[in-house]
């Protein structure tokens, strides 16, 4: 399966476009849309180290728009219908977990049960501090006792949760997802602490990959994975129905030829060049065991709204009907 994530800021992060995208990208039968979280951004990222990017820094900068992941994915949740949507990441402890499983629950019934959530513990310490969130260093344990609390309103009525962080008794907490065992929750990263968090709470494991120096090849992908089910087994957990997902940019060059912003020379980034070469990545992967790859709309290689949709176009027609 292919999905997209969508850009939360940036010069494609408005409106019309996101909505031009979404539409587009269900017509083409991608089967899920992503979207992005952040909250606050700082005016430096002097203490923070942006880990996808070798620069450490954030791409764009602080000083940009960042639109709000839930009310995002209320307005896809109506202008589509079979596509699934989901946070890449959604950063679990900077929100109220009853209150965030709330809301992912309203959108699970608005959207008809199409909601997947993706969970990181964030990486950005300033974030931390001005949402007064719990502390940065404990931004793990937190995680972990959010996801159970919002899988306890999910699936419990009335719920209740007696935790380190946080304790509840006896509420309702309605409506329910629409998917009768939960919104399935994809853990985000790729370090141990991550790998052991899909072992023992996620449903799916979904990385980064292809941005350094986080580049996460098939072969280390593979690796990891081998852990995740090793952990998973020692949990008494069955490896199997973890879902095996990755991200990673995509652009495919036109039939005519060019290189469409691929660098001339050095290593071709993974789901970087021709068709042909794509489909070798794709099932490079897909040896690991990876059933769902989400590309990123927006590569340097394509700058403008045209661009990406033909990007999509080129995938939809030349790559995906010959991974099947």
């Known amino acids: 399966m292919f999905g997209l994530a969508l850009p939360g800021r940036g010069p494609f992060a408005k409106p019309d476009v996101l909505l031009k995208l979404a539409e587009r990208a269900e017509s ?27 620069t450490g820094r954030l791409p764009g900068g602080m000083n940009q728009d ?42 699970d019934v608005i959207s008809g049960g199409r909601i997947i959530l993706g969970a990181g513990v964030g990486w950005l310490r300033e974030e931390f501090e001005a949402l007064a969130a719990p502390p940065f260093e404990e931004r793990g344990r937190v995680t972990d006792e959010y996801l159970k609390i919002m899988r306890t309103c999910w699936t419990s009525a009335p719920a209740s949760y007696e935790g380190r962080y946080y304790r509840f008794s006896s509420v309702y907490a309605l409506p329910q997802p629409r998917q009768a065992s939960g919104i399935p929750v994809w853990i985000g990263g790729h370090t141990e602490s991550a790998l052991r968090r899909v072992a023992t709470l996620g449903d799916g494991w979904h990385p980064i990959a292809m941005r350094p120096p986080a580049v996460l090849a098939p072969e280390e992908y593979g690796q990891k994975v081998k852990q995740i089910q090793s952990l998973a087994s020692a949990a008494g957990r069955d490896p199997r129905s973890i879902v095996l997902s990755v991200r990673a940019p995509l652009y495919i060059q036109p039939r005519r030829g060019g290189t469409g912003g691929i660098p001339p ?21 897909r040896t690991q065991g990876v ?3 989400i590309f990123d709309a927006i590569t340097p290689a394509t700058p403008d709204l045209r661009s990406v949709l033909a990007n999509l176009e080129r995938f939809a027609e030349d790559v995906r009907p010959k991974v099947r």
Do not use: C, W
């Open 28 to 54: 083409l039968r991608f089967t899920s849309l992503f979207v992005t979280d952040h909250v606050v951004l700082p005016i430096s990222d002097e203490r923070s180290t942006y880990p996808y990017a070798t």
């Open 66 to 107: 960042y639109l709000d992941p839930f009310a995002l994915l209320g307005v896809l949740a109506r202008a589509t219908r079979r596509i699934r949507l989901g946070t890449s990441v959604l950063v679990i402890p900077y929100r109220n977990p009853v209150v965030t499983a709330k809301m992912l629950a309203s959108l």
């Open 265 to 285: 020379t050095g290593e071709r980034p993974m789901f970087q060049g021709t068709a042909a070469e794509v489909i070798t990545d794709i099932r490079a992967y």
């Open 291 to 293: 059933s769902e790859l």
